[in-house]
């Protein structure tokens, strides 16, 4: 059996290991293909995970937002491109930020128009046009964060994944 970890300054991938009560050895049987010492140096920050390593993480942990970490905070591209997600657990409090965001959307949708307009961007529209990007991916993480709910909430089996995935398919 392991030791326990007395280390404070834990990452993601730690953490989330040992609050499924998992020693390596046992996480390495889980996950398939990454041995103990292997799992030491990603948690202990002398290698970096990779790709399928964060995948079969994210899913056999039950930990979907193992991946969006991944992206948003070590992968060189998804560093620019992937805002991080945090996770929450209040599907209402979820509900009420998108409706807000589009709400706030509505409001600059006329600004949008007038800017658009004439085809070009001018200057004193600058400014405009960033706040309309800003509540655009405002949107886009609010989004976000409600599908990694739901990918949580299909990996642990609280929503049905046969039936989700038919629906998904009859749209």
């Keep these: 059996m392991g030791r326990k970890s007395t280390k404070t300054n834990k990452n993601i ?8 009560g998992l020693t390596r050895e046992e996480a390495s049987e889980l996950l398939g293909f990454v041995s103990a010492d292997r799992i030491e140096k990603i948690e202990s920050g002398k290698a970096t995970a990779h790709p399928d390593e964060v995948r079969v993480m994210s899913e056999k942990y039950n930990s979907p937002s193992l991946c969006n970490y991944y992206c948003s905070r070590e992968c060189a591209i998804g560093e620019k491109y992937v805002p991080e997600i945090k996770e929450k657990e209040n599907f209402p409090q979820i509900v009420l930020e998108i409706l807000s965001s ?7 949708r006329n600004v949008l128009i007038d800017i658009s307009a004439d ?4 200057d004193h529209e600058i400014a405009d046009l960033i706040a309309i990007q800003d509540e655009l991916e405002r949107i886009s993480i609010t989004v976000e964060t409600l ?25």
């Design 119 to 122: 085809g070009e961007i001018q």
């Design 13 to 20: 991938y730690q953490t989330t290991r040992e609050a499924l």
């Design 147 to 171: 599908q990694l709910w739901v990918e949580k909430r299909l990996s642990s089996g609280e929503i049905n994944r046969e039936q989700y995935e038919r629906f998904k398919k009859e749209q």
């Design 102 to 108: 589009l709400n706030s959307l509505e409001k600059s």
